[in-house]
């Protein structure tokens, strides 16, 4: 379990995050839906303590990771997979590499046992026979693919995602985001997708929450956020809907 708790984060005189609660319970998949700039990237690193909030704390697996020493943060942390925005494979090294790399650095796995859990996770998420190919043979959704098959490669218990699906077109988005419901049904994990996109939003959700302003404006389930009264929320998947013609969401005006 993950629980943020009044957590405060101000860059340069400008306060992002202030007073952020949110708490994801096990096996869920809670989304951060927010404006792009409203800190939702930046949530994230906080939980992986890339960065220390000014204010607050933040719980994982019973422990405040802001009082562990370094040790046992990244032992915390190997309990995390994360896809990152631009699917961050290294550009020099084939997909075998790219996905095993954690594998073959941090596990004692053998080269065949290594060779089976590779071949495990490109299974997972659709890709096969793309072992020996270079990210840049890959199109930009095989490459998120590639991303999703390292991030469960070492049996995470959390899977952090930030915007899986920008930059992609709406067949390859719907395609990623079942991709990443398959993974939350077969791998029993707990994850937070970040998005601004609410189409990839309402096929992944357990939960959504909304950070709006430094705080998180609303949470609830699907069927909550689509029928609130929140006039922010409201505004939010107005917004969204316009913009990409949409009438997915009835709302009255
Ligand atoms: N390391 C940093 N140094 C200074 N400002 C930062 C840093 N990281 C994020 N910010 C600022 O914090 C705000 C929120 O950023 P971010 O979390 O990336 O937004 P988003 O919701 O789009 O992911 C932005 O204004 C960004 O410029
Ligand atoms: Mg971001």
């Known amino acids: 379990m993950i629980i943020v708790e009044n957590i405060w984060k101000n860059f340069n005189d400008k306060q992002v995050l202030a007073g952020v609660d949110l708490k ?7 989304v951060v839906l927010g404006k792009s700039g409203v800190g939702k990237s930046v949530l994230l690193r906080l939980i992986l303590r890339l960065m220390d909030p000014d204010r607050g704390r933040i719980t994982i697996d019973n422990k405040i990771i802001g009082t562990l020493q370094r040790r046992e943060m990244n032992t915390i942390r190997l309990r995390f997979g994360m896809l990152f925005q631009s699917a961050a494979l290294f550009d ?3 997909i075998f590499d790219n996905v095993s ?7 004692k796995l053998t080269e065949i046992e290594i060779r089976e859990k590779v071949d495990y996770c490109l299974n997972m998420v659709g890709l096969q026979g793309v072992e020996k190919l270079f990210p840049a043979e890959l199109s930009g ?3 998120k693919r590639v991303g999703l098959a390292r991030a469960v490669a070492m049996d995470p218990a959390y899977l952090l995602y930030d915007e899986p699906t920008t930059g992609l077109d709406p067949v390859m988005t719907e395609s ?7 993974l939350q049904r077969e791998l029993n994990v707990s ?3 970040v998005t601004h996109d609410l189409q990839t939003a309402f096929t992944v959700a357990d939960r959504m929450a909304l950070l709006h302003e430094g705080q998180i404006q609303f949470q609830g389930t699907v069927d909550q956020i689509r029928n609130t009264d929140d006039i922010i929320v409201r505004e939010f998947i107005r917004g969204y809907s316009r913009k990409h013609n949409l009438e997915m969401h009835q709302i009255d005006d």
């Open 141 to 143: 959704g095989m490459r």
């Open 24 to 30: 994801i319970n096990d096996g869920e998949t809670m």
């Open 191 to 193: 994850s937070i997708v």
């Open 176 to 182: 990623i985001a079942q991709i990443i419901r398959k």
């Open 92 to 94: 020099s090294m084939n």
């Open 101 to 107: 790399i954690a594998l073959r650095t941090l596990t």
